[in-house]
């Protein structure tokens, strides 16, 4: 059980030691305190090493079965690996660890592809079977942890990050300019495409083989909400209850101490109190409005916790973002990415484990957005051909600032034309089409379309919760959960995020998670039991960050003005259109903040990894 990053290929190149080499080097963040590689004629797979269970070597990997014929090497951690264990041994099988990893491949031995159903836990591993020359491929069922792969000049290449595949000779570095549009809308690449051409992303809840340079892809896992239960309101947060702690014990299995991120809301605090944990963590910023220190203390002290915070200045926050584009792998223009950096790093002094409330928003229906289809059912009545046209109206007529405008825009739509995250449109297709000089074909209904499809019969409610689930929880929330907290040689658990927690949240009805204006029903009467009222009841917030405020100062905005400037922006963008919005924005006409951040970040993270050649890793910058 180890926080770690792997790499690897399946080619039939000679100089394997020395790729495998240059391609962990890139990774060593998320491995510091050891490395393995195994390699024979057709397979590489190299490995780096955060010790969090079985600290001694055993743990160490590549790991082998019994006749050396199968290796691994695995990213994450297997909750019911003690259980499992025990199934195989009554099977006959010999376990030379305590690890969680050797049930991996004794269970691939036992149960085949089948091993994947049986699992609880954040996983992505391969198995190299030197035997039957196959490789055999698993992500977790959410997209806890990330998975890379590309299939180029004649390599099947494979990494926890991306910038790993650059490091071998196979790799081909084009940049993917189609998934521009669709970014620029999103905040992140929504699609199991990168922003690299041909490197892909294993989707959630897939599992792959490998043979003879041909892969299949099966689906093994999907979430299904079925709203079904005989349980009163009561009861269901009784059950709720019952499995958050179950979850939490489990999440808690470390032979070091584990402690806990802290927000002021909900979530957090909830997984902070069942997790008894000792030390909690909390960043937030010098604006007032925009910092939960406060409240954070404040409830660590009323259930006897120690709180760490950090207050994050503003330079500190611009001047790690170049750094922090290059622990992502791709751009995610959520402001709270960066902060999560931060939170990482403060972290990282003291432990190495930590839990983290990402997923219960998505599982019990928590995001502010879920209200909408909702709240305004007098509106909805209006025939549908009347509320487009009001929509169509609003869009091209009303001045773009002018309130009710975007409640026009949107209710003049279905749900399944105006809902595709919970990130709301940064830029219209339209306005993406307009900035980008080669335009942009209109790719979100492609992407949102055949998810829709799977849930067709659900009401408005679920069907946003499964798109959040597919789209936005693995491409942003997740990804900067493990990319900062990588970053940081962190490894952070998220106890919503199990199987049984899942289990649960799918039998919820509509009135158990969403009730406007109040969201996460039967969660919020659980947690009201045990913490505060005041931090149970509290409003989602999102992750507070001043972005607005510092674009209009012209130490932050001189910043990004020369950006927006730069060869590269004039490579892709209309940067007068681009001017425009800054001008705007500084002169307070219009708050164009997350427009502008969302091509500043992606400008700032092409820059670290195509205009100037291969990115470097930080520490190796900084002469480290």
């Known amino acids: 059980m180890h926080m770690c990053g792997f790499v690897g290929f399946v080619d039939r190149r000679q100089d394997k030691e020395e790729i495998l080499l240059n391609m962990m080097n890139t990774i060593i963040h998320r491995g510091p305190d050891s490395s393995g590689m195994f390699y024979d004629d057709d397979a590489g797979l190299g490995f780096r090493r955060l010790s969090i269970i079985d600290l001694s070597e055993s743990g160490d990997q590549p790991l082998y079965n019994e006749d050396r014929t199968k290796v691994l090497v695995f990213n994450g951690e297997i909750y019911n690996y003690q259980s499992l264990r025990e199934e195989l041994i009554k099977a006959g099988h010999t376990f030379k660890t305590k690890t969680d990893s050797e049930t991996l491949l004794h269970g691939y031995e036992e149960y085949g592809t089948a091993l994947v159903d049986k699992l609880r836990g954040m996983y992505a591993f391969v198995i190299w079977d030197t035997k039957s020359r196959t490789l055999f491929g698993a992500r977790d069922m959410f997209g806890i942890k990330p998975f890379y792969y590309a299939q180029m000049n004649g390599s099947l290449l494979f990494a926890s990050e991306i910038k790993a595949l650059l490091a071998h000779p196979s790799f081909t570095k084009e940049f993917n300019e189609e998934q521009l549009g669709n970014y620029l809308s999103y905040q992140f690449v929504p699609s199991n495409e990168t922003f690299f051409k041909g490197v892909y992303c294993l989707q959630p809840g897939h599992f792959f083989l490998y043979h003879d340079g041909s892969m299949t892809i099966t689906r093994y896992f999907e979430p299904d909400f079925t709203g079904d239960t005989k349980m009163s309101l009561a009861e269901a947060a009784e059950a709720v209850e019952t499995v958050m702690e179950d979850s939490v014990e489990a999440h808690k299995i470390s032979d070091v101490e584990v402690a806990s991120y802290l927000s002021s809301g909900v979530d957090s605090s909830y997984l902070t109190y069942l997790g008894k944990v000792d030390h909690t963590f909390t960043v937030g910023f010098d604006e007032q409005k925009y910092s939960e220190i406060q409240d954070a203390r404040d409830f660590a002290a009323s259930i006897g916790?120690?709180?760490d915070a950090k207050v994050i200045t503003p330079d500190e926050y611009w001047s790690s973002l170049s750094d922090i584009q290059y622990y992502m792998d791709e751009p995610v223009a959520d402001p709270a990415a960066i902060a999560l950096y931060f939170l990482s790093r403060e972290a990282s002094r003291k432990v190495k484990v930590v839990l983290s409330g990402e997923g219960s928003d998505e599982l019990f229906g928590g995001y502010n957005i879920?209200?909408?289809p909702l709240e305004h059912r007098g509106f909805n009545r209006i025939p549908p051909v009347l509320r487009r046209a009001m929509?169509?109206?609003?869009?091209?007529?009303l001045?773009?600032?002018?309130?009710?405008?975007?409640?026009l825009m949107r209710h003049g739509r279905t749900l399944e034309e105006r809902y595709f995250a919970n990130s709301t449109n940064i830029f219209t297709e339209k306005e993406a089409d307009r900035l980008l000089l080669k335009g942009c074909t209109p790719?979100?209904?492609q992407i949102t379309a055949p998810l829709y499809a799977r849930v067709k019969d659900k009401d408005p409610v679920t069907k946003m919760q499964y798109v959040d689930m597919h789209l936005w929880l693995v491409h942003d929330i997740l990804m900067k959960g493990d990319k900062m907290g990588m970053a940081n040689s962190i490894e952070v658990r998220v106890p919503f995020l199990d199987k049984e927690v899942l289990k649960l949240a799918e039998t919820l009805p509509l009135a158990y998670k969403v009730q406007p204006p109040r969201t996460k029903i039967a969660l919020r009467i659980a947690a009201d039991k045990v913490i505060r009222s005041k931090t149970a009841e509290k409003k989602k917030l999102g992750f507070p960050i001043p972005i607005r405020v510092w674009l209009?100062?012209?130490?932050?905005?001189?910043?990004v003005r020369d950006m927006f400037?730069?060869?590269s922006a004039r490579k892709y963008f209309d940067v007068q259109w681009l001017n425009r919005l800054l001008d705007e924005h500084i002169k307070g006409s219009h708050d164009n903040s997350r427009k502008i951040w969302t091509v500043y970040i992606f400008l700032l993270w092409y820059e670290r990894f195509f205009a100037n050649g291969d990115p470097v890793h930080p520490s190796a910058a900084k002469g480290v």
């Open 391 to 397: 929509g169509a109206f609003a869009e091209n007529v």
């Open 370 to 372: 879920y209200c909408e």
């Open 443 to 445: 790719g979100i209904r």
């Open 565 to 567: 400037s730069s060869e």
């Open 552 to 559: 209009r100062e012209p130490k932050y905005y001189g910043r």
């Open 305 to 307: 916790m120690e709180n």
């Open 399 to 407: 001045p773009r600032d002018m309130k009710g405008r975007g409640f």
